[in-house]
């Protein structure tokens, strides 16, 4: 079964543009989560979707959203990027979200010049 | 107080050794706990979950879960240099369709 697949794998950009990213869960997983991390915080959660419901939102600024499609698959989006939003962006899957397991993509590798 | 937190590193263990992660959580009423191994420019790989209190062995991976005490704990048995890399620790609170991570213990395995 294929794992959890990003794009793009790395991302360059400057203040003030926006950026969107992907994630594709495993087959059959319902539930995808993004997390952001950074050296300094460690690793952070953004938001949970689940059947392309948001079911949690972590303490990030409005300029960060999601949403999820009818095949499972999401997207995160960034606005007005600032520096402090370089970062590794890691999306999850899990069958159900909660309890159960979460795995990770490869991250998206973003760089806010 | 931090949700989830981890003894600090780095640790160091010799080859064949057993290198023991410990973690401590807030939450009283956190119910699913999870290890996960990251490499250095690598995404976390998940190693090891529990659930019930008690003892969990997959391998030379032990993972040990005690409620009341609020604490989860990883042992590596045997540890080869390809275990080097930071062990996370994470917990579902509540259900609440997140995990909260610890800052990670680095583990480097001496040859």
């Known amino acids: 079964k294929a794992g959890v697949t990003q794009t793009p794998r790395y991302l360059i950009k400057t203040r003030g543009q926006q950026v969107t990213l992907s994630c594709s869960p495993i087959?059959?997983?319902?539930?995808v989560s993004w997390y952001q991390q950074t050296p300094g915080q460690g690793l952070q959660f953004l938001f949970e979707?689940?059947?392309?419901?948001?079911?949690n939102k972590g303490n990030f600024p409005g300029r960060f959203s999601g949403r999820q499609f009818s095949n499972s698959r999401s997207e995160m989006n960034v606005s007005t990027l600032e520096l402090g939003d370089s970062a590794l962006y890691l999306c999850?899957?899990?069958?159900?979200?909660?309890?159960?397991?979460?795995?990770f993509g490869p991250g998206t590798r973003l760089t806010v010049l | 107080q931090k949700e989830v937190e981890q003894n600090s590193g780095p640790l160091s263990v010799p080859e064949g050794a057993i290198a023991s992660l410990n973690c401590t959580y807030s939450?009283?009423?956190?119910?699913?706990f999870f290890w996960y191994r990251q490499y250095s420019g690598k995404s976390p790989e998940l190693i090891m979950s529990?659930?019930?209190?008690g003892d969990k062995e997959d391998g030379r991976f032990t993972a040990q879960l005690n409620k009341a005490s609020q604490y989860v704990s990883l042992l590596i048995r045997d540890s080869q240099p390809s275990d080097s890399a930071t062990y996370l620790c994470?917990?579902?609170?509540?259900?609440?369709?997140?995990?909260?991570f610890g800052a990670g213990t680095t583990v480097t395995v001496r040859a």
């Open positions: 994470a917990v579902n609170q509540s259900n609440d369709y997140k995990l909260s």
């Open positions: 529990i659930y019930s209190n």
């Open positions: 979707y689940f059947s392309e419901t948001q079911r």
């Open positions: 939450d009283r009423g956190s119910q699913s």
């Open positions: 087959s059959g997983h319902r539930s």
């Open positions: 999850a899957s899990s069958q159900r979200g909660g309890n159960n397991e979460q795995f």
